[in-house]
Nanobody, 125 residues
């Protein structure tokens, strides 16, 4: 069974940091692109970042550049999202998603083949 499992969400104060993990089971990420999305209450799910597992190339939404970093650990078959300088507006459920093969429109939800269950990130004092 192909699965993505997110973890690492928590309650954190403004200005704090978190690292989210997206672990793949049942398959290897070698030929996939992995995207991170987030969805705040009452809002559309939006793209945060993407990494192409084969060459490590990355994309970021403009509002996350300089604060968030996506990375991969091939040995652990896992993708990470390091989030620094967190703001209350970063509060959302964060999801990772996988697409087999090349990807151009990395921030389009319908470009991905399957999704994890999400992890809650709350930024509040």
């Amino acid at each position: 069974q192909l699965q993505l499992v997110e973890s690492g969400g928590a309650l954190v104060q403004p200005g704090g940091s978190l690292r989210l993990s997206c672990a793949a089971s049942g398959f290897t990420l070698d030929y996939y692109a992995i995207g991170w999305f987030r969805q705040a209450p009452g809002k559309e799910r939006e793209g945060v970042s993407c990494i192409r597992y084969s060459d490590g190339s990355t994309n970021y939404a403009d509002s996350m550049k300089g604060r968030f970093t996506i990375s991969r650990d091939k040995a652990k078959n896992t993708v990470y999202l390091q989030m620094n300088s967190l703001k209350p507006e970063d509060t959302a459920v964060y999801y990772c998603a996988a697409r087999w093969g090349p990807i151009t429109n990395w921030d389009r939800k319908d470009c991905y083949d399957f999704w994890g269950q999400g992890t809650q990130v709350t930024v509040s004092s």
